[in-house]
Every structure is written in C-alpha cells, then in structure tokens.
C-alpha cells in the first residue's frame, strides 16, 4: 500500500488543522493507520493511531483531548484533525500502515509503510 500525507501548513497557536493520508493499492480495511511526528533532533513519535475498522483510536498523552484521527474505507483514506495547537506540535507528520494483527501498535518500527510527511508549524 501507498500512503500520501497532506493538510500541513504553517498557522498559529490555537488554530486548527486537518491531515489526510490518502492510500491506493492493498486492502485498506486490512490495514490499522496510525500517525507519527518528527520534529527536529528529536525521534519519531507516536500520535495517534485507529483500527482497520474504526472502532478503536488510541493517541498519546501529548494531545489527547485535542486531536481526533478518523478514517473513511470507503476513500482509502485517514484523517488527523489537530484542534488547539501548541507550538510543541511543528514538526512533519507522518501516516503509517501495518497489516491489522490483535491491537494496534504505538511504536514506529511496527509500521509496514510509510508516506512522505507533511510539515506541521506552529508559531507563537
């Protein structure tokens, strides 16, 4: 499968934004999609993840309560809309599939595919 991450941008504290990762080829509802962040000299980080069905979203502490990811199968396609952003969130974004097994994994390294990122920036 092919992931293609778009939405970021460059807004200020307190905006809104909304990510998209658009996938083709595989079986995307065989997929559980999670999205990461990167920012500069830092490792790449968990955000927020959902299962091949929906029915399940898991997101790190760090935005929780701010952040809701989405996903329409029948678009092949997730979303991650980031409400009440901080500057500690610039950083690229990046979405992530992995064939579904039992739960949906938080580490990077567990992640199948990868798109390109999209550059999240927030200024004060």
């Known amino acids: 499968v092919q992931l293609q991450a778009s939405g970021g941008g460059y807004v200020q504290v307190g905006d809104s934004l909304r990510l998209s990762c658009e996938t083709s080829?595989?079986?995307?509802?065989?997929?559980?999609v999670g999205w990461f962040r990167q920012a500069p000299g830092k490792e790449r980080e968990f955000v927020a993840a959902?299962?091949?069905?929906?029915?399940?979203?898991y997101y790190s502490d760090s935005v929780k309560g701010r952040v809701i990811i989405s996903r329409d199968n029948a678009k092949k396609a997730v979303y991650l809309q980031m409400n009440s952003l901080k500057s500690e969130d610039t950083a690229v974004y990046y979405c992530?599939?992995?064939?579904?097994?039992?739960?949906?994994?938080?580490?990077?390294?567990?992640?199948?595919?990868w798109g390109q990122g999209t550059q999240v920036t927030v200024s004060s």
């Open positions: 992530a599939a992995v064939v579904a097994r039992s739960g949906v994994p938080r580490q990077p390294g567990a992640y199948d595919y």
């Open positions: 080829g595989g079986t995307f509802n065989g997929y559980a």
């Open positions: 959902i299962s091949r069905n929906g029915q399940m979203t």
